[in-house]
């Protein structure tokens, strides 16, 4: 084998728990700090390379990182390593139950309602973390060594549709079993060249919210489950990426029960284990050979052979702007403010606890912004982000920033030629819900509450994933895809 012919990988993990106190976020009306650590919470690398592609994989237990911040962290790491931003991905598995990493919104740092001194904890805790990440992935790089991998795919019944209609017709998050959702469990086996694991990566599209509002200790939830029951079976180091899952929950959903996290981890992480083992990353022919006993035996065993550790590994990025309905018009926009400022006065008035004080100030935020964007002769607006596509041989990563819906990640991997494709949202920022038309029409928190709590001033238009899927459409194509 050429020494330039040859794939390497490395992988290491770094602990990323923060320090008890810190607030939470994913949840808006849970305000105080936590008290304590179900699991604690990691960054784990994979670092895909040869003479001339490297390529970096994160998985990290937060909810995710402001896209400023996930630039940073990318160039950062991208410098340290020598490759390039789009060779990164920055995959966050979205746990309700970690630190506040995306800044001005949902809690986090300079949002409404952080203290002096919780912001400056929290910036500090940022700055700490681009240093453990950019250290780990160095790790991770300087492990590598020669390796083949493979893919496959299973199955396992934990996600469910969360876009549950009510009768009076309005959309809750729920379940609705009727709903699409995809059970894909997506394997990626990374093996030395004599076939011992090294490292797999696993994806699955449903929201990391078994654990929720009422609990407060710090928690990779469902994901650390995967990850724990990958490694006790299979040996192999596992990093976990949340798919398309910006309308998907898992059946246990917002649960106080522990136990319940356990099982729908239990769930993905066994039939991962299972698809894990059915992979063969070796190169072989299956030989068969007729023997006698007292029997006739006809005999199969694979007889292994020479070739290269992969043929093809290759990074493409995408620039995707979405377009943001029109505005209201100025004294809608008014009215907006003024009904949300008198609530907030109402409930502190009443001296009513944070829970419902915090939620309201978001709001009045958020109209106060509208207002603002208005009253300055903007009508409408747009948002801009990055999409990437990863080919090592026969298998695709496709990565983008969000909460894309579930039918996105569908349509891409139908769309892609590729033997296996894996798709994974929450990857290099978090700035918005990405909406089927069907949601855009008939309403629902990914159009309506989720405008506040990402402070995005209208929701996306009804042509959101069909924008979405023809940019990877693009990506795909550049992958000979």
Request: hydrophobic content about 45%; charged content about 20%.
């Amino acid at each position: 084998m050429s020494e330039e012919m040859v794939l390497s990988a490395g992988v290491a993990r770094v602990d990323i728990t923060p320090p008890l106190g810190f607030r939470m976020q994913g949840i808006v009306r849970r305000t105080e700090g936590a008290t304590g650590v179900e699991s604690p919470l990691s960054a784990t690398v994979l670092v895909l390379a040869d003479t001339a592609t490297k390529v970096v994989i994160f998985d990290c237990d937060l909810l995710g990182f402001d896209l400023p911040l996930a630039a940073e962290i990318r160039a950062t790491v991208a410098e340290r390593l020598g490759t390039e931003s789009h060779c990164i991905v920055l995959g966050c598995t979205h746990t309700h139950n970690g630190p506040c990493t995306i800044r001005h919104v949902l809690g986090g740092p300079h949002d409404i309602g952080c203290p002096v001194e919780q912001r400056e904890a929290q910036e500090a805790y940022i700055a700490q973390l681009i240093g453990q990440l950019s250290d780990a992935a160095a790790l991770a790089d300087d492990r590598r060594q020669p390796v083949r991998c493979a893919a496959g795919r299973g199955e396992a019944q934990a996600a469910v549709n969360r876009e549950e209609k009510n009768e009076d017709g309005k959309i809750l998050v729920g379940r609705n079993p009727e709903g699409t959702v995809d059970h894909s469990v997506d394997v990626l086996r990374v093996d030395d060249l004599q076939g011992q694991p090294i490292a797999v990566l696993v994806g699955y599209a449903a929201h990391p919210v078994v654990m929720g509002m009422n609990t407060y200790l710090f928690s990779p939830d469902y994901p650390g489950t995967v990850r724990r029951i990958v490694e006790d079976v299979t040996g192999a180091t596992c990093l976990f990426l949340t798919g398309a899952a910006g309308n998907q929950a898992t059946w246990s959903f917002l649960q106080g029960d522990w136990g319940e996290k356990e099982r729908m981890g239990g769930l993905v992480g066994c039939e991962a284990a299972r698809v894990f083992f059915a992979i063969e990353t070796r190169p072989h022919e299956v030989v068969r050979e007729v023997e006698a006993s007292l029997s006739g035996l006809a005999l199969y065993h694979k007889e292994f052979v020479d070739g290269p550790s992969h043929r093809r590994l290759q990074a493409v990025t995408a620039t995707v702007t979405v377009p943001l309905q029109p505005l209201p018009s100025l004294i809608v926009a008014k009215n907006i403010l003024q009904e949300a400022s008198a609530l907030v006065q109402a409930l502190q008035s009443a001296a009513a606890p944070m829970t419902k004080v915090y939620p309201a100030q978001l709001v009045e935020r958020w109209a106060k912004g509208v207002l603002e964007k208005v009253a300055s002769g903007i009508e409408r607006e747009s948002l801009s982000f990055d999409i990437v596509g990863f080919r090592l041989d026969d298998f695709a990563l496709m990565g983008m920033p969000g909460e894309p819906f579930v039918e996105i990640g569908l349509a891409v991997k139908a769309h892609s030629k590729a033997l296996h494709t894996m798709f994974a949202g929450y990857c290099n920022g978090s700035l918005a819900y990405w909406p089927t038309a069907e949601t855009v029409a008939q309403g629902g928190m990914a159009v309506s509450s989720s405008l506040q709590t990402y402070n995005i001033a209208a929701p996306p238009v009804a042509e959101t994933a069909d924008i979405i899927v023809g940019a990877f459409d693009g990506v795909l194509r550049q992958l000979d895809f």
